[in-house]
């Protein structure tokens, strides 16, 4: 009968973490093989098998042994702490086999069972820090020379790679820490968070948070994994931290832009990427989003900082999303498109705390902390690493100005400069996309020269006329005050107001989210309009001379509380039909053409 190695990671220490199938090997086996303290972690589970236990330095001989064993026709478990593949038993098994001749065909039958190794288990304890490229470096240089270790250990700092340090310390080997520290400290800042847990998932479990300065402060011993961060990792709350991605996004106030799913996956999100390089350098030819094929050069480089931490929810939301006119979509909403693509980590965590903010009794997602307040500690301590970010922001010559001067094209130019982009909506306005290290000197420079600047995103945007080159300004008055009450406010989906200063209503008004129209001193108002779709329509006429304070004082109202009552991207004109009435206007069905909206592209 031909007999069985088993080589059982057995994870951490507790049986919580064994995997079913390492418990299994374990007790369907004939004989037990491990290192004294792995034998007495497992012992709660053995039924009678029969126990050789080694010392720590024996491996060799361990191996030896179970192979003898199985040959004579006896199921061996050999036991290895974390995974048997991770600085365990595995390849020493192997070693011993490929020395004997063994072949699979004929040899005793081997499996490797696959356990929770040290990076992973010491990393759930001290937050999140692994997320990105990550690496393993063992500091014993009992079989390994240490310039080869110290080598590696720079190539990883200068990579950027978390790094999680097994075998840190013992108690003849002391010094190769300290030298660790030492070349860590060449790449990294002193500040850099630094997590070292002892024991993990065992009777003296330790866990401390520190800095790659002061880490040697703090007990590091055998049962020691050292998890180093990278240059985005953060001490949040006494947790380590590191988020995915390297970008971070602006518009006007310092508000971090998310980029929603669809966008994430845009070559012009990512001009770091060699898709992007590769799009600079062949030109045109290379494929990108229409909507964004903007001319990211090459040669950017990695961008760091942290990545995007998004406050409110609006822009991962479950529910159907249509592409926006002018957005590069890809139809989110129909399942086809759904699997072609897939949703961003950050979107799902985001949606994952959206969700059970909710179950704590709060309809409204309010304690999901909104990206300038709880993000703040753990973005300042980040930027002090950040090099370059993007800025986003809508660039305008004014409301109803609609002339760009020479010389504020110039300025733009010279401000968007080599690697920004230049995006021309059907909106009245052109999105401007800059790569910079100094949001707030930028956004000066446009404002001096008189341009109208606006944040981008889910925000309400008036969209005015020319009131007739000036001809017939009458209203325009009141479209000022109209825009400081509402202009830019942050609302479940971008929200389009037409404003019209005459019964021509020429620039549109009547097709917009909300259409409002001046005429005889008075106004009239379109509420829901579709704006986009093969099925859109004009606004609902809800009202015909309505006084132009009462107007003011309506719209705002009925903006504030779409703003406060809206779903996550519910549209305007599908919040209209929900909540049926607004402001005494009542919703009527527009008698529409039955026609499949297409998804974008089709
Ligand atoms: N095969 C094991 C690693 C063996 S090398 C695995 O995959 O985890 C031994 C080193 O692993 C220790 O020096 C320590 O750095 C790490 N280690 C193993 N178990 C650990 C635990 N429970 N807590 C912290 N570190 C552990």
Same mark, same amino acid.
């Given at each position: 009968m031909r007999g069985k190695l088993l080589v059982v990671g057995f994870g951490p220490g507790s049986f919580d973490h064994m995997t079913q199938a390492a418990k299994d090997a374990i007790q369907n086996s004939d004989v037990i093989i491990g290192y004294n303290t792995y034998v007495d972690l497992i012992r709660g589970l053995l039924n009678g098998q029969q126990i050789v236990r080694t010392g720590m330095t024996e491996e060799v001989s361990r191996a030896q042994e179970a192979v003898r064993q199985a040959e004579a026709g006896r199921t061996v478990a050999v036991i290895s702490s974390g995974d048997a593949g991770v600085y365990g038993m595995a390849g020493l098994i192997y070693e011993v086999l490929m020395e004997k001749g063994w072949r699979r065909e004929s040899g005793v039958e081997v499996e490797i069972i696959p356990g929770i190794s040290a990076i992973n288990s010491t990393a759930s304890l001290l937050g999140a820090p692994i997320m990105h490229d990550a690496c393993t470096i063992s500091l014993s240089d009992h079989l390994t020379p240490w310039e080869l270790i110290i080598k590696r250990v720079e190539a990883a700092a200068a990579a950027d790679f978390v790094v999680a340090l097994y075998n840190p310390r013992s108690g003849r080997r002391t010094r190769q820490i300290v030298e660790t520290q030492n070349m860590l400290l060449r790449y990294r800042s002193a500040d850099t968070p630094v997590g070292i847990v002892k024991s993990a998932y065992r009777d003296r479990e330790d866990i401390v948070v520190t800095t790659l300065g002061r880490m040697l402060e703090h007990d590091i011993g055998m049962l020691t994994t050292v998890i180093i961060g990278n240059s985005s990792t953060v001490n949040y709350d006494g947790l380590m931290i590191t988020p995915r991605g390297y970008q971070r996004k602006y518009t006007l106030g310092d508000d971090i832009q998310p980029l929603k799913p669809h966008q994430r996956l845009q070559v012009a999100a990512e001009p770091w990427s060699l898709e992007a390089q590769q799009g600079a350098e062949s030109g045109p030819s290379v494929p990108v989003q229409p909507a964004t094929s903007g001319p990211w050069t090459g040669g950017l480089g990695p961008l760091s900082g942290t990545g995007a931490y998004e406050g409110s929810p609006a822009g991962v939301s479950v529910a159907e999303r249509e592409p926006a006119a002018g957005e590069a979509s890809r139809g989110a909403g129909s399942a086809a498109a759904a699997v072609a693509e897939p949703v961003s980590p950050l979107a799902l965590a985001l949606e994952a705390l959206w969700l059970v903010d909710s179950h704590k009794g709060t309809a409204e997602p309010s304690g999901v902390p909104s990206a300038g307040e709880a993000a703040a500690p753990w973005l300042q301590q980040a930027s002090a690493f950040r090099r370059q970010e993007i800025l986003e922001l809508a660039v305008s010559p004014g409301l109803a100005e609609k002339k760009l001067t020479s010389a504020q094209l110039m300025l733009l130019a010279d401000v968007v400069g080599e690697e920004g982009t230049i995006e021309y909506t059907p909106h009245h306005q052109m999105l401007v996309r800059i790569v910079t290290s100094e949001p707030s000197e930028a956004v000066s420079r446009l404002k001096a020269a008189g341009l109208l600047l606006a944040p981008i995103g889910d925000v309400a945007q008036i969209k005015a006329c020319d009131f007739c080159n000036m001809d017939k300004a009458d209203s325009v008055p009141y479209l000022e005050e109209l825009q400081s009450r509402i202009g830019g406010m942050k609302v479940a989906k971008e929200l389009r107001i037409g404003f019209n200063g005459c019964g021509m209503a020429c620039y549109g008004a009547v097709k917009e989210d909300i259409g409002i129209v001046y005429r005889r001193e008075k106004f009239d108002l379109f509420l829901?309009?579709?704006? =986009?779709?093969?099925?859109a329509h004009a606004g609902i006429p =809800?009202?015909?001379?309505?006084e132009p304070e009462k107007l003011l004082d309506t719209v705002e109202s009925i903006v504030r509380k779409y703003a406060d009552e809206a779903h996550p991207n519910e549209r305007f004109h599908k919040y209209f039909n929900r909540v049926k009435e607004l402001e005494g206007y009542r919703h009527r069905e527009v008698p529409v053409f039955k026609i499949e909206n297409a998804i974008c592209g089709d």
């Open positions: 829901g309009g579709k704006t =986009v779709g093969r099925n =809800v009202a015909e001379g309505v």
